[in-house]
Structures are given as structure tokens and as C-alpha cells.
């Protein structure tokens, strides 16, 4: 267990970073991961934007797990009439790492 909470941490830090390719590689594993299907970094598709979904939980501590957790059990009424259904096949470890970049792009639109 403590071998995974090592793990989360070292990719937070990692996912955490908004230049170089912190961000490339959590625009690929949204790719990878079929995020990019209802979801778009700056435009809305089926879901929200990405980066309004940074905006929003802007300087919540708890963001992060939060948004890992709605992505893995889905959501419903957060922004609008169309649920997200539960992505069980992201690991904890990718749901944590997308929600870490996710809200990295809040910082990203200021450069």
C-alpha cells in the first residue's frame, strides 16, 4: 500500500507541471484513455471543457480527488442535463494523473 501512495505522488508531481511534457503526456493519456470523445481542452463537446473544469475547482485542495473519483464512478447534474457515466476502466492511478492535469490548464491559460 505504501508502495502506491509513493507512486500517486511521484506522478502528481509529475502532473502537476503545466510546461514540457507534463502536459503532452496528460493530453495523450486523455487520448489514450477516449476522454477526448466528450470532452475537448478548450471547447465544449458532450462535456464540459477541460479547462472549465479547472476554473471551477481552482484552489480546492480536494480537487483532485474529487475529479478522480467522478471520473471512475461517473456524474450527474454537474454541468447540465447529460451524465458522465463511470469510467471503470481508468485506474486510480490514471484518474488521479488526468484530474492533476485537468487542473493544471487553469495555470496554463495564464502564460
Same mark, same amino acid.
Do not use: N, Y
Given at each position: @500500500? *505504501? +508502495?502506491? %501512495?509513493?507512486?500517486?505522488g511521484a506522478v502528481? +508531481?509529475a502532473?502537476a507541471q503545466?510546461?514540457?511534457g507534463?502536459? %503532452?503526456?496528460g #493530453?495523450a493519456l486523455a487520448?489514450? !484513455?477516449?476522454c477526448?470523445?466528450?470532452?475537448q481542452?478548450d471547447? !465544449?463537446? %458532450?462535456g464540459?471543457?477541460?479547462r472549465?473544469?479547472?476554473? *471551477?475547482?481552482q484552489? *480546492?485542495?480536494?480537487a483532485? &480527488?474529487?475529479?478522480?473519483r @467522478? @471520473?471512475?464512478?461517473g $456524474?450527474r447534474g454537474?454541468?447540465? =442535463?447529460?451524465? @458522465?457515466? =463511470?469510467?471503470t476502466? #481508468? $485506474?486510480d492511478?490514471?484518474a488521479? !494523473?488526468l484530474?492533476?492535469w485537468?487542473l493544471?490548464?487553469? &495555470?496554463a491559460a495564464? &502564460?
Open positions: @500500500m *505504501r +508502495a502506491a %501512495v509513493l507512486t500517486l502528481g +508531481a502532473s503545466t510546461t514540457g507534463a502536459a %503532452v503526456d #493530453l487520448s489514450q !484513455r477516449q477526448l470523445g466528450c470532452h481542452v471547447a !465544449r463537446r %458532450v464540459p471543457p477541460f472549465a473544469i479547472a476554473e *471551477r475547482f484552489g *480546492r485542495p480536494e483532485a &480527488d474529487h475529479l478522480a @467522478m @471520473m471512475r464512478e $456524474s454537474q454541468w447540465g =442535463a447529460i451524465p @458522465m457515466p =463511470a469510467q476502466r #481508468l $485506474s492511478i490514471d488521479k !494523473r484530474a492533476l485537468i493544471s490548464l487553469k &495555470d495564464a &502564460d
